[in-house]
């Protein structure tokens, strides 16, 4: 009994209970942006698939650290709950594999969604360059 294994049990122990906090925090959050659609439009609930697609940008390369970042410009296919299509940046560490997602802009057409991440992209990629 090692301690990969100790931690793989207080995990299954734990799941349950992180899983209904999720659920609970998601509940919470559908009550507010039914409240103000409008106030709570760059909420992260789905409403239907969650899918979404990515403009590949150039990435970062942090010499002084020697960090490098996969950078894409991304937007939702699907609204969220409030009704809007999402749009945000997404960097990813190619080191370890951590990421962030910032940036988040919400919009009414899918379109104007998917031309904010492609211009989005060819500003940071004129900005690296």
């Given at each position: 009994m090692g301690e990969d294994d100790y931690r793989e049990r207080i995990e299954r122990r734990?799941?349950?209970?992180?899983?209904?906090?999720?659920?609970?925090?998601?509940?919470?959050?559908?009550?507010?942006?039914?409240?103000?659609?409008?106030?709570?439009?760059?909420?992260?609930?789905?409403?239907?698939?969650?899918n979404y697609l990515r403009w590949p940008a150039k990435r970062i390369v942090d010499d002084e650290q020697e960090r490098v970042s996969e950078v894409h410009?991304?937007?939702?296919?699907?609204?969220?709950?409030?009704?809007?299509?999402?749009?945000?940046?997404?960097v990813v560490e190619l080191k370890g594999g951590v990421g962030k997602r910032d940036r988040w802009v919400a919009f009414k057409k899918r379109r104007v969604a998917r031309d904010w991440a492609e211009r989005a992209r060819d500003i940071h990629n004129e900005k690296i360059s």
């Open positions: 734990l799941q349950p209970f992180l899983q209904r906090m999720e659920l609970e925090a998601q509940d919470r959050e559908r009550k507010l942006v039914e409240a103000d659609p409008k106030k709570h439009s760059t909420t992260t609930i789905m409403a239907g698939k969650s410009f991304c937007y939702s296919t699907g609204r969220n709950i409030a009704g809007y299509f999402l749009a945000w940046r997404e």
